[in-house]
Structures are given as structure tokens and as C-alpha cells.
């Protein structure tokens, strides 16, 4: 006989398990199935995010900022380290510990909701039957009224440079290497190619970025990404190479010859590791039976509308599998809004306030529109920044690089975008967030009072900037 529930959730990461979550705090009745094993073969709720992505690749940031700092900076505040040296073992096993206990945490929270978790393999039928084979190879039947999928995504691979789990990596390969490579390749200058590219470079690697795009972070706004490119070649050490397109690799002794061709033709390259950081693609593999009715597009991202619904009325969709950015917080986001939409609420999602962040160092975070994007629009809009270097907390804390950057609309002054390079910019960006959330202008943050010394003052003048007015420079023109 099938179990009967309000709500069958199929996936636990940030956008599965927070979906469950809060169905079932609105009362109702809440399943959630995950396959995920760990490397012992323990069941594991929290996905990507918490077992291989956001949450260990910050760990690892933080340990190797840790260890750049005190080799690089220390000596400035006078305090003198000897015999400075790197344990990657006790670095990978602390990682190991915080997604432990996280994972543990999210168990712990399905549980003390009353969500029934199911560990093992959901594959949804038609008439929104979820049937799931346990990891004992026994099966179980469920029935929602509603079903949610959240099976997140996985890495890309390319034909020219095979994983193999030991000499080429992916990401999740990426954060668990033993030792420090001598010389390491990453294919891809996207997130988590820098990201990853950071971690070793800080721990003593020699980091070679091929990238076959011309432009660095298209995505970002290019008066950042520009800062951010000679920020990282220049003082960071990270040999980043665009225009570089790989196309083929040999495995030879140990180590992995990379040919690549960039504008003066073909070209070799050869690494101690190599990591494979092309992107993600939407995961759904043996999760949709044939008669289930759902409908994939064109690039395998399960169809869906504004507020998530799929082509099965009752069955949606959140997350990676999804449309929009590939970022833990707007799965969360869209979990909460179809939890909602169940309980009968006319929720919706605001995807213009989504903030994006880089974690390198400095880090790069934005909301909203790039200046480049606000340009081919035809918008009228006008722009203030402001330099880190100007700013006395971030001489305090040798944190200088960097720049904050607001674009308002020039008739309203409405804030439309806000983007940061510098120390913290994770934790800044969220003010643009908030302050787009509540339609301000920039004016709303000229009059805001920020608390001295803060790097958050590069907020405030760069938004008395937009103006002309701010008080820590000259402004260019005057008002
Ligand atoms: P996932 O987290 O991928 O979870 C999907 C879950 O569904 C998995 O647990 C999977 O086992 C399960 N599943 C799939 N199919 C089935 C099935 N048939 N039956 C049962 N279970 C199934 N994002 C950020 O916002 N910030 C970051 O700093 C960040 N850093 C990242 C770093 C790295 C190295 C990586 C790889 C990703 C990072 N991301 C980051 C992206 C983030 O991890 C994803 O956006 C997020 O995990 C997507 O959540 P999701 O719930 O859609 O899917
Ligand atoms: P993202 O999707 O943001 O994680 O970025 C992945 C990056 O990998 C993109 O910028 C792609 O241009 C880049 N990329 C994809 N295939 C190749 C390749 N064969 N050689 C070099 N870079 C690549």
C-alpha cells in the first residue's frame, strides 16, 4: 500500500530540505527522499551545498587564507612566526567535521519538524507516485498530493579531459587532495574555478586558470571583474589565461599534459593535478519515469513557470534543476515559495534581489544590474563608487584593494545595482540587497547612518558618490 502525503520532496539540499521544512511547519504532511551516501557509506541529507559545495569549499577558504595571512601578512602587524606549515590532513578532516555536523544538523531539523525521510533513490510516476528504492534495495511506495523535485546538479565533464579521480578532478575531487600539488591546472574561470584555483594557490601551488572566454566573469560587472582580473594576476599569483580553449589531455607518470589553443595557436601545459571547473548541468537522471508527464528544456532543466510549477499540475521543481542562477540561496528561496503556494498562499519570488558571490580574496559580490547590462537596455542611469583604499578599517585590516560601486536610475534614484570587490564584499552585499528589497534610492542610503570604522562605509559613499557628494574624495564632477 502507497503512504499517503501532502508533500513529497525529492532532494535534500538547500533547496529539498528547506522546501520540507517549511511545508511541513505550515502543516503539512511532509516526505522527503535522498539518496546521497558519503564516502563510508553513511546516508547524507543537505546535498551539494553542504557535502561537496558551498560549505567545504569555505572551509578550505578559510584555512588557506589563514595560512597566506600569516605568511604574508603577519610580518606587517609585527608578529613573527618560525617554521610556518601546512597539515592539508587536519585541513581536510576540520572540513570533514563542519560538514559533519551540518549534515547531522539537517537531519536533526527534518526530523524535529515531523518530515519522514526516506534514504534511497525517488523516482516519480505518473499520478505524482513517488516510488523509492531504500539503499537496502527494498522498495517503498509514496503518494503526494504534491511533489517537489530538488535533485540539484552535478559537474559537467568535457570529452577532452576525462575525470579520473586522481590526476583529473572535478570540484568535489578538488577538496579532498592530500597534499599540496607543485603545479596545478584548472579548466574554467568561473566561481568555482577561482574558488578552488585560491585555495592552493594560497597553500603553495602554481596555478594555471585556462579559461576560453576573452572576457573575465562576464557575468559581473566588467569595472569589477577588471579590478578583480589584475587583483588576482597581478598580486594574487593566479596565472589565469583567457581565450585558452582546452582541447585535449594525456595522463603521463603521475602527472597531466593539458593541450589548449589560445590565439597564437596550440599549446601544452603540463600538472601535478588537474580540475575540471566547467560548470554544473541540471541532474534528473533516473529520477522521472516516462509516463511521469514532466517536461525537460532544450539544455535538461526541468520546465517550469514564475513560481516553479512543472508541466504536471501539482508536481514542481526548485533549485539547480532549475532555470536561474546555480546558487544554494535561490533554491532556498523558491523551497520556501512552493511550500507556500501548497499551504494555499499566493507566494512569489523577487529574482532581481538574488546576490551573487565570488569567495576568492578579496571577494566579489553584486545584486541586480551590471552597468554593461543597464547600457544595452538603454537605460538612464547613473553610477558613484568608492575605493577600499580610502577607507581606514580596511588599512587596519591591510584590506585595501578593492571598490564599491552603485547604480541608481537617474530619474527615480532608484537603486539598481550594487557591486563589490573587497575583503567581506559576502557580507556587505547583503545591505544592496536589502536596500533593493525595499525599493530604496540612493538617496535612502546617503541618509543612512553606517558605524565608523566599517568597510561598509565604502557603501555609504559610494551611494553619496552617485551624487557627486561624496565626503572621502574629490568627486569628479561637481554637483
Ligand atoms: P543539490 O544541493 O545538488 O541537492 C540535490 C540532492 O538531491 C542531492 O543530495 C542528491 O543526492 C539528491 N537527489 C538527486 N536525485 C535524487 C533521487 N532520484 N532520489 C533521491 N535523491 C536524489 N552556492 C552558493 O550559493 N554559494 C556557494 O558558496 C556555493 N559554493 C559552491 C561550491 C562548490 C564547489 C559547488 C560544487 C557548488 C557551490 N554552490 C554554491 C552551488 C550550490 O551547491 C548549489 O546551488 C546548491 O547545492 C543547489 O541546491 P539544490 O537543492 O538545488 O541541489
Ligand atoms: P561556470 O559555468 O561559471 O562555472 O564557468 C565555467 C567556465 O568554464 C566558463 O567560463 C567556460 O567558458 C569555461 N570553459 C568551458 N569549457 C572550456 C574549455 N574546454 N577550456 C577552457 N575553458 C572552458
Redesign the pocket.
Known amino acids: 500500500m502507497a503512504q499517503q502525503f501532502d508533500v513529497v520532496v525529492?532532494?535534500?539540499?538547500?533547496?529539498?530540505?528547506?522546501a520540507a521544512i517549511k511545508a511541513a511547519q505550515l502543516g503539512l504532511k511532509t516526505a522527503i527522499?535522498?539518496?546521497?551516501l558519503t564516502k563510508d557509506e553513511k546516508p547524507?541529507?543537505?546535498?551539494?551545498?553542504?557535502?561537496?559545495?558551498?560549505?567545504?569549499?569555505?572551509a578550505l577558504l578559510e584555512s588557506s587564507e589563514k595560512f597566506h595571512e600569516a605568511q604574508h601578512d603577519f610580518e606587517l602587524h609585527g608578529i613573527g612566526l618560525k617554521d610556518l606549515k601546512v597539515d592539508v590532513k587536519a585541513m581536510v578532516k576540520r572540513k570533514e567535521d563542519i560538514v559533519g555536523k551540518l549534515t547531522g544538523g539537517v537531519a536533526g531539523l527534518l526530523k524535529g519538524n515531523g518530515v519522514t525521510a526516506?534514504e534511497?533513490?525517488?523516482?516519480l510516476k505518473a499520478n505524482k507516485v513517488v516510488e523509492?528504492t531504500l539503499h537496502d534495495g527494498k522498495t517503498e511506495t509514496l503518494e503526494g498530493k504534491n511533489v517537489i523535485l530538488?535533485?540539484?546538479?552535478?559537474?559537467i565533464e568535457i570529452p577532452p579531459t576525462p575525470t579520473n579521480g586522481d590526476t583529473i578532478v572535478?570540484?568535489?575531487g578538488?577538496?579532498e587532495f592530500s597534499s599540496v600539488p607543485k603545479r596545478l591546472g584548472v579548466i574554467g574561470a568561473g566561481?568555482?574555478g577561482l574558488?578552488?584555483g585560491s585555495v592552493w594557490k594560497r597553500l603553495g601551488s602554481e596555478v594555471v586558470v585556462l579559461e576560453a572566454m576573452d572576457t573575465f566573469l562576464p557575468a559581473a560587472d566588467q569595472a569589477i571583474a577588471k579590478d578583480a582580473f589584475k587583483f588576482f594576476t597581478k598580486k594574487a599569483g593566479l596565472d589565469v589565461r583567457l581565450g585558452a580553449r582546452v582541447t585535449g589531455s594525456e595522463v603521463k607518470k603521475n602527472k597531466v599534459e593539458v593541450t589548449f589553443e589560445d590565439s597564437e595557436g596550440e599549446k601544452k601545459e603540463t600538472f601535478d593535478k588537474l580540475i575540471v571547473?566547467v560548470g554544473?548541468r541540471p541532474?534528473?537522471?533516473?529520477?522521472l519515469d516516462k509516463g511521469c508527464g514532466v517536461s525537460l528544456d532544450e539544455r535538461g532543466f526541468v520546465q517550469v513557470d514564475d513560481q516553479c510549477r512543472s508541466t504536471v499540475p501539482g508536481v514542481y521543481a526548485?533549485?539547480?534543476?532549475?532555470r536561474g542562477?546555480?546558487?544554494?540561496?535561490?533554491?532556498?528561496e523558491e523551497?520556501i515559495m512552493v511550500a507556500e503556494i501548497i499551504a494555499g498562499h499566493n507566494a512569489q519570488m523577487n529574482y532581481d534581489t538574488i546576490p551573487n558571490?565570488i569567495?576568492t580574496h578579496p571577494e566579489i559580490a553584486w545584486v541586480g544590474k551590471t552597468e554593461e547590462q543597464l547600457k544595452s537596455d538603454g537605460a538612464d542611469y547613473k553610477v558613484g563608487s568608492f575605493s577600499m583604499a580610502a577607507i581606514g578599517r580596511a588599512m587596519a585590516q591591510n584590506a585595501t584593494d578593492g571598490q564599491v560601486k552603485i547604480i541608481a536610475d537617474a530619474k527615480t534614484d532608484r537603486i539598481l545595482g550594487m557591486h563589490i570587490f573587497a575583503s567581506g564584499a559576502s557580507e556587505m552585499i547583503a545591505q544592496g540587497v536589502i536596500a533593493m528589497e525595499f525599493a530604496s534610492s540612493a538617496e535612502d542610503l546617503q541618509l543612512t547612518c553606517f558605524a565608523h570604522p566599517t568597510n561598509s562605509e565604502a557603501v555609504h559613499e559610494a551611494a553619496l558618490a552617485v551624487d557627486n557628494m561624496a565626503i572621502h574624495k574629490v568627486n569628479r564632477k561637481k554637483r
Open positions: 525529492i532532494g535534500s539540499g538547500p533547496g529539498g530540505y528547506v527522499v535522498e539518496k546521497w547524507s541529507y543537505g546535498g551539494t551545498c553542504l557535502n561537496v559545495g558551498c560549505i567545504p569549499s569555505k526516506f534511497g533513490k525517488g523516482m523509492v530538488a535533485t540539484g546538479s552535478i559537474p572535478d570540484s568535489e578538488a577538496l566561481v568555482i574558488e578552488l571547473a554544473r541532474y534528473t537522471e533516473g529520477c526548485i533549485g539547480d534543476v532549475v542562477p546555480m546558487l544554494a540561496h535561490k533554491g532556498s523551497g558571490v569567495y
